[in-house]
Structures are given as C-alpha cells and as structure tokens.
C-alpha cells in the first residue's frame, strides 16, 4: 500500500513537526522515507537583495549568486544531516537528497517515486511577500502530482483515530478508498463526516457511505452534521475527535473557488491536526 514516503524540509520548526509526523507513520506502515530539501535560489529575486545590489551599484544575480549557492549548499547539508540523525534515532534508516530549483517542481518530480508526500502547513519563508507555503507549494503539489500529500500543522500528537470529510463526489469516493485502505492497515478507527442543510442529500450521501465501507473490515462510523462544510469540519477536529483528516483536495472549479473559496484551503490553513488529501 504505502512503501516511500517522501517529505520536504527546509530546517523550519514546521518541517520538523512534519518529520515527526513522517516517522510515526512509518513505522506504523512499514514505509521508507526520503528527506528532500530543495535549495530555493529564487530567493535571490527578493526585494531585500535587489535594494541591497542596487545600493551598492552591482548587478545582484552575478555577484551575489556564487556566494549564495555555496550558503544554500552549506545549509542544505546541515538541514540534511539533523533529518537523518532523527530518523536513526527512531531507528529508520532514510534517505536524502538535496535539488537545486523551483520548490514545488522539484517536490513534484521527486515525488513521482514516492506514495505519499508529506509538507508542513508553513515553511520557513512564509512571511516574506506573501509567499506562503500552503499558498503557493503544497496547493500546486496536491493539484499537479498526482500523489496523496499529508500537510501537518504545527505541533504534533500521535495518530489513534481518523476522519474522513465526505460529500459523495469522486474526488471523496477516491478519498474514502485510501482512508479505508489506511484504517485497516494501521487499525485507526474511522469516523465518516459529512456535511449538509439538506436532510435528503445528506441521507443519500451517508447510504452511499456505508455501502462502500461495508466492502471492508474496519472500525467505522458515521456522522451527520450541518452547517457550512469547513467550519463544521473545522468544529470537529478542533474537539479532538480525530488525529488525522483524510479528504478529497479541490472538488470544485477553479472558478468557483475563486468566488466562494476553497473547502480544502481553508480547513488545511486552519486544521489542528494533518490532512491527507487525495485528487
């Protein structure tokens, strides 16, 4: 089922949370992992470099470029280092690699050999010009790889139970397939929830529920909520009833989200525990 993991680490206090993450998941599924750091020379084209170069009358790319792919390259291998030292400690034998590139690119090719790959909510950068890693990296790798893409929060709490957020579409048919497959493997049990102001739509959602689930042997359950889809997602997960969220990423058109906003941003934004999202 799950055999290599890939996660991407910048060095930040978020990215250790996701190896955390990484590790417990790995041990409990039997996985391999790989730590990919990706040195980022984009960040030459900051603001701060262009006023610097500017100040002093240089060119910035020719002047400043060797001596920030050495910085990268020495940071990328103290990154690296600290990623494998923590999995031997947990007794996981991983591996790592460091790209040069544009970040989720490069996370998208690395990741075309992996099962999973895991992000934190936010990287190290996520204050410089808006640049949020959610934003920009982990939407643009959920919605081009193909792979699930677990994103992790900021602190972390073992996984003893999952929820899946489910509304009937084959994005959350897809997504109940791999919660299922994971609760039976890690013995999690699974709490299906689902969301709607409409009694009728919401019973046929949960019978479509419980057919597919009874294919398998697991702990299961349903719940029936209403409300508005995230925040009741959000209410939920915020009560501690689940450790993991598992969820189909983007159901909508890019059109209406840009009118109405994204489910799935806005519960992997806000979500206190990891979210697990499959296209």
Not at 60 to 69: A, N, S, T
Not at 199 to 213: F, G, I, N, W, Y
Not at 264 to 269: A, F, G, K, L, P
Request: hydrophobic content about 40%; overall charge negative; aromatic content about 6%.
């Amino acid at each position: 089922m799950i055999e290599h993991i890939l996660i991407a680490t910048d060095g930040s206090a978020h990215s250790r949370t996701a190896l955390e993450y990484g590790i417990y998941i790995a041990r409990k599924l039997e996985a391999r992992l790989t730590g990919l750091h990706v040195m980022e020379l984009l960040q030459l084209q900051a603001p701060v470099f262009s006023d610097i170069s500017g100040s002093i009358g240089i060119p910035p790319c020719q002047e400043f470029l060797p001596v920030m792919e050495n910085t990268l390259e020495t940071k990328a291998d103290s990154i690296l280092k600290g990623f494998r030292q923590r999995c031997e400690e947990a007794g996981l034998k991983p591996d790592v690699k460091k790209r040069l590139g544009v970040i989720d690119e490069i996370i998208i090719e690395e990741g075309r050999q992996a099962d999973w790959i895991i992000l934190a909510q936010r990287g190290e950068h996520f204050h410089l010009g808006g640049g949020a890693i959610l934003g920009t990296t982990a939407e643009s790798v959920v919605r081009k790889s193909g792979k699930p893409v677990l994103v992790t929060p900021a602190t972390y709490r073992d996984i003893e139970s999952m929820a899946l957020a489910y509304d009937g579409s084959p994005p959350a048919d897809k997504a109940l397939k791999m919660a299922a497959e994971l609760s039976e493997k890690a013995a999690w049990p699974l709490t299906v929830v689902t969301v709607s102001n409409d009694p009728a739509v919401s019973d046929r959602v949960c019978k479509q529920a419980e057919t597919l689930l009874d294919a398998w042997i697991i702990d299961w359950d349903i719940i029936q909520l209403t409300g508005k889809e995230d925040r009741e997602i959000l209410r939920f997960l915020q009560d501690g009833s689940a450790e993991l969220l598992v969820m189909g990423a983007y159901g909508h058109n890019r059109l209406r989200e840009l009118l109405v906003g994204s489910t799935t941003s806005n519960v992997i934004r806000k979500s206190p525990v990891p979210v697990l999202l499959t296209r």
